[in-house]
């Protein structure tokens, strides 16, 4: 009776430090993941163990058996979550990739980890402007570093010099798209009724071959016969781009007004309009 107890309270004493060691995992070191299948084994073994002390059933024999697979489960348990644990430790600890990130990003993540930028700043046709797309060194521990260079786009360049082809004849959805592809940015468009063009046909195209992407572009494009404009239901323009959104008013021969104001939104975007949407 006294060896039957002994070997119970063996097995609660054993059942605790697993369940106590895995709420420590859980609170303290936040891996339980890599040791919720050890401690569930664990579990059911422990079950057993206990199970086979109160129904006397091959009493010593399985009980050590059972406590002894315990303890080579415990121990490896143990070990692999430390080591995951210090694994996922030494990651958070290197230099996160920044690339594809906003300048601010990095900006407050060098000030909280007291790193030194050094910043350069290149156009890029593939980058947004204040978009990091460049930067060394990656993937070193922080305390192994003191400064971090990165490279800031600084959009587009306005000036390079790209070939333009005419477009005259073809729908203003086929210039739009070479329009976004070549960086345009000073292309104006003026709709006008017309008898012979479908609409959103271009007329007439000031400029194409080589040019810098700042030359002023003028396209008349056709609104097509003057019986078949109707109404339209206005969309929400909050957001778009001014080209897209005034692309939009002159397409559907909507009179408009543009005012500037202050916003924290990037430069040419919509943020309000007087008619709602519908």
């Avoid at 601010?104 to 290149?122: G, M, Q, R």
């Amino acid at each position: 009776m006294k060896e039957k107890k002994y070997r119970l309270v063996i097995s609660i004493i054993v059942f605790g430090l697993i369940f106590g060691f895995s709420i420590y995992l859980c609170l303290i070191r936040h891996s339980i993941n890599n040791f919720k299948l050890i401690f569930i084994i664990l579990a059911i073994l422990n079950v057993m163990a206990m199970l086979s002390v109160v129904n006397e059933i091959k009493l010593k024999k399985n009980f050590n058996i059972l406590n002894s697979i315990m303890v080579v489960v415990f121990a490896f348990g143990v070990i692999y979550s430390i080591k995951t644990t210090n694994a996922q430790l030494n990651n958070n600890n290197l230099i996160p990739s920044f690339i594809g990130k906003n300048y601010s990003e990095v900006v407050k993540w060098a000030k909280d980890n007291k790193i030194e930028l050094i910043e350069n700043y290149e156009y890029s046709d593939s980058y947004d402007e204040f978009i990091v797309f460049a930067q060394d060194p990656i993937n070193v521990s922080v305390k192994d570093i003191s400064t971090l260079g990165i490279t800031i786009s600084s959009g587009f360049n306005t000036e390079k010099k790209v070939i333009l082809p005419s477009f005259v004849g073809q729908d203003i959805e086929e210039f739009t798209k070479e329009m976004d592809l070549l960086h345009l940015s000073n292309v104006k468009i003026d709709y006008q009724v017309n008898e012979f063009n479908n609409r959103n046909i271009i007329i007439s195209q000031s400029k194409s071959g080589e040019i810098r992407r700042s030359d002023e572009v003028k396209l008349v494009v056709s609104l097509g016969k003057k019986s078949e404009l109707a109404d339209v239901t206005m969309i929400d323009l909050v957001g778009k781009e001014l080209f897209d959104a005034t692309l939009f008013l002159e397409q559907n021969a909507l009179n408009y007004e543009i005012a500037y104001e202050f916003s924290s939104s990037p430069l040419n975007t919509v943020i309000k309009q007087s008619i709602s949407e519908g």
